[in-house]
């Protein structure tokens, strides 16, 4: 995988294409998504998949002038930094406020690139080009925003607080998320194992700190190491890490802590008790900033934890 930095002006506009051409049929999947319900957001969708389509014939033009005819496969996945999106397009009916602000993320993230492209750029015809298309992306930007203040019926919010809150999902919660949810369940296994293996809460106790740590600075360092930043609007990495792998320990030290206690049962009882609140935690989390719906997102954490859980006993008892 390349980073951002280490791509050629002709990979940087392959890669270019390979984004419009992306963008576009994903507009295009959700125009169709949304006909039925939504048939002027479809409309919306309909015209920027075709704009998009248009940009990616720009590019290709100038590339042709520049490079000439072949045009190397570079796709998002290949370079460092880029987000990978959620395919909501295969859900039906599609939810208007989803699709928006997903097209929003898109459109962000695209419009980072071009502008981080255009300043690296030392040709003044790529450069004017790339500058465009960043104006154009933030244009898109603004009319995904308007597309779900029209359909909320919460009602609007104003663009700043909406912007502020997106980069608080993003940079502080999205992370956070993501370490409470691998604390919490990847630790379950050895903690339970080790518990009904040993029957001694001191050495659990131990076992438990050990893959809490372990887990928080494993996931902290992948964090970091994922995404500079530089494109998606993450934050830093090594805040994100710091986030991360914080959020992991503490995940796997809550249902830890109570093998403090010497007695088994009442430790493993206020241990379960403190699972249950987790894994419940985690689940309101994404209903609340993920825009997944509750029972949703309970019965895939509960249900995933329980089977670890399940899974640590027996190898425990074994």
């Known amino acids: 995988?390349?980073?951002?930095?280490?791509?050629?002006?002709?990979?940087?506009?392959?890669?270019?294409?390979?984004?419009?051409e992306e963008h576009g049929r994903i507009y295009a999947d959700y125009a169709d998504g949304l006909k039925?319900?939504?048939?002027?957001?479809?409309?919306?969708?309909?015209?920027?998949?075709?704009?998009?389509?248009?940009?990616?014939?720009?590019?290709?033009?100038?590339?042709?002038?520049?490079?000439?005819?072949?045009i190397p496969l570079i796709r998002r996945q290949d370079v460092k930094g880029f987000v990978r999106h959620e395919p909501i397009w295969m859900i039906r009916p599609l939810g208007l406020d989803r699709?928006?602000?997903?097209?929003?993320?898109?459109?962000?993230?695209?419009?980072?690139?071009?502008?981080?492209?255009?300043?690296r750029s030392t040709d003044a015809g790529i450069r004017k080009l790339l500058g465009d298309l960043a104006a154009a992306e933030r244009a898109h930007v603004s009319l995904a925003k308007k597309l779900g203040q029209e359909h909320l019926t919460t009602g609007a919010r104003s663009e700043e607080d909406e912007a502020r809150r997106n980069m608080f999902v993003l940079q502080i919660?999205?992370?956070?998320?993501?370490?409470?949810?691998?604390?919490?369940?990847?630790?379950?296994?050895?903690?339970?194992?080790?518990?009904?293996?040993?029957?001694?809460?001191?050495?659990?106790?131990?076992?438990?700190?050990?893959?809490?740590?372990?887990?928080?600075?494993?996931?902290?360092?992948?964090e970091a190491m994922s995404d500079?930043?530089?494109?998606?609007?993450r934050g830093h990495p090594w805040?994100?890490?710091?986030?991360t792998g914080l959020m992991t320990t503490l995940g796997g030290v809550g249902h830890t802590l109570p093998y403090l206690i010497p007695d088994f049962w009442?430790?493993?009882?206020?241990?379960?008790?403190?699972?249950?609140?987790?894994?419940?935690?985690?689940?309101?989390?994404?209903?609340?900033?993920?825009?997944?719906?509750?029972?949703?997102?309970?019965?895939?954490v509960v249900v995933g934890g329980l089977i670890v859980f399940a899974a640590g006993i027996l190898i425990g008892s074994a």
């Open 1 to 20: 995988m390349r980073t951002f930095s280490e791509l050629s002006q002709q990979e940087v506009l392959a890669l270019a294409i390979a984004l419009e």
């Open 36 to 70: 039925e319900t939504f048939p002027a957001s479809s409309k919306v969708f309909t015209e920027m998949a075709e704009e998009e389509n248009e940009h990616r014939r720009w590019l290709i033009d100038l590339y042709r002038q520049k490079f000439g005819e072949h």
């Open 99 to 119: 699709v928006r602000k997903q097209a929003e993320a898109i459109e962000y993230e695209t419009r980072q690139f071009y502008e981080r492209a255009a300043e």
């Open 173 to 222: 919660v999205q992370p956070g998320l993501l370490g409470l949810m691998d604390g919490s369940v990847s630790t379950l296994a050895p903690l339970f194992a080790a518990a009904f293996a040993t029957h001694d809460t001191w050495q659990t106790f131990l076992v438990g700190m050990a893959a809490s740590v372990g887990a928080g600075i494993s996931m902290g360092f992948a």
């Open 228 to 233: 500079d930043g530089e494109l998606t609007g």
């Open 239 to 243: 805040l994100r890490g710091w986030i």
């Open 266 to 300: 009442t430790a493993t009882i206020l241990a379960i008790v403190v699972v249950i609140i987790e894994l419940w935690a985690i689940a309101w989390i994404r209903a609340t900033y993920m825009d997944t719906r509750f029972l949703q997102a309970a019965f895939e």
